[in-house]
Every structure is written in structure tokens, then in C-alpha cells.
């Protein structure tokens, strides 16, 4: 197996190689005057499982790249080519909300299926679409990272009463509520925009002598668990610990966390961010093994 990171991913690459004691190498990028890019592959991909390594936040100047070192990979020999990319984008987009629009989950999923075998992610974000098998032909692995999730709240968080800002983080939200033996509940959102949203709590609370703990599996604009922290120190709850899966943090997004009140916000190290403090290469590197493995149809990678 070989592990290529895509550009400013070498810290995952490097982990997942030591993790699966494989080599590694960087994807070479070359950016011509005119914007046209070229990818190169350093080491030998003969008869090698080639796994991409990158989390696709900000996808579209990424997207190109992964596809053409895919395509390069597979034309140099590689016996399988596969995608490890922590966060997923445009899993949000799964449905058409206004006439005209593009379903782009669905049709970002058609484009890296062209070129890859196996996609490995970590909670890609299923609301309208039941798994990845809905719009990934291809075979794909969501880790959890729920596991990961409640092992930190145990060791660093009292009594916590674990709190989704809508009913989609009802799927995460119970599972580490169930991980850790704690109480749990959702919240109404209601979206008025990018940057507007709002959060009711339907009932219940305000829950004395639990810790506040919200949990959401995308921090972007980071408005959702700021109204999320607004509703349930008005209900008279204490200031919130916020938990995110992916830390996509438009900038701005802490800032205006900090402005709310929560007391930490903590991330899983999907996206590189300054929140992050729960890793997950170890699960993913057991997802890649799995994945690829079976892929191969019973032969090690
Ligand atoms: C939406 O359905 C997701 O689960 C998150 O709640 C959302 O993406 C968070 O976005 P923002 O931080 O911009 O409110």
C-alpha cells in the first residue's frame, strides 16, 4: 500500500502510514500561468493499493487534483486507487430545495466514483440520503466518530447532558449519549439562511447539575450552536462545551462561539484546526484496512 497525501495533508498521511506500516509520499502540484494545474506522483504505484489522503473543506480547488492524481495513479499500475478523505463535501446538498438547483451530493458522488475503488470518510452528513451506498457506487467506509467522541467526554467532561442543535445530530447525539451513560435531547432549527438560523428548545430542561454539552457533526458559519447556546442559557441552563465533528470554521466562526458563551469549543481532527483534540487516525486507518482489503478480494493490501 501507498499512502499520497494531497497537498497540506502530509500530517495524515504520515499517520496513517505508521499506523499501517506503509509508505507514504506528497502529491507534487504544479499551478501553470494560465491555472491549469499538473499532479505528480513520486513514488512507484506498480501492483501498489494507492490511497489519496485529504479532507475535502473547500473542495472545488482540491476536487481536480484528487481526480487526476487518481486517474495518474491508475495509469501508472496501481492495483487499487482509494480516497481517504476525513470530511466529505457537499453531503449538505441532498435534495432540491428550490426549482433549478443541483443535487451536488449526488453529483459529487458520481465524479469521484469515476476514478476511485474505495472511499473512506468519517460521519458524512446523511439526512436525506439513508448511507454513501444511496449515491457512492463505489464501496466506502463512514467511520464513526462517536467511539472517539464519548472517550473524551468521559475523561474530561462531569455529568454531561449531551445536546443536538436539530433532529439530523439526533443520530450522533444518541449514540455518544448511549457511549458515555448520559442523558441526551435535541433542539428545533429552523434556517433562515447561511447565516441565520434559529434554535428552540421544545421542551425539558433546564436539567440541574448536568453539564451542557452540544454536539453537532458540522461547525461551519458556527451560527447553529451559537443560537443553540443563546436558547439554553435563556432557559437557564449553564454555558455549554460545544463538540463538533468536522471544524470547517468559516473565520470568524470561534470568535462568535467565544461571544455566545460556550465554555470550549472541542472538535475531531477531520478538518486541521486549533479546536481539534480528539484524533481519529486510528479508526480510519482500521476503515482503509477493511475497505481495501475487501477490495482486493481477500488478498492483503
Ligand atoms: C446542518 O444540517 C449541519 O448538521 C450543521 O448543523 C450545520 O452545517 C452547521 O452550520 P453552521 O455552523 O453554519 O450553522
Redesign the pocket.
Known sequence: MLIVALPGEARLAGRLARLLRCGWSELRLHRFPDGETLVRIDAPVMGRCVVLAGSLNQPDGKTLPLLFAADAARELGASRVGLVAPYLAYM?QDHRFNAGEAVTSRSYARLLSASLDFLVTVDP?L?RWRNLGDIYPIRTQAVAAAPMIARWLRSHVDHPLVIG??Q??GQWVAEVARLTDAPWTVLG?T?LG??D?QVTLADGGPWPGKTPVLL????????????AATALTQAGMAAPLCI?VHA???SG?LQRLQDAGVTRVVTCDTISHTSNAIRLAPLLARAVLAVSHHSTQGKPP
Do not use: M, N, Y
Not at 219 to 224: E, F, W
Open positions: 449538505r452528513h439526512h442543535p436539530d439530523e445530530s432549527k434556517r447561511d447565516r438560523v453537532d457533526d458540522i461547525i461551519s458559519t458556527g451560527q447553529t450552536l451559537v443560537a463538533g470547517l470554521f468559516d466562526a
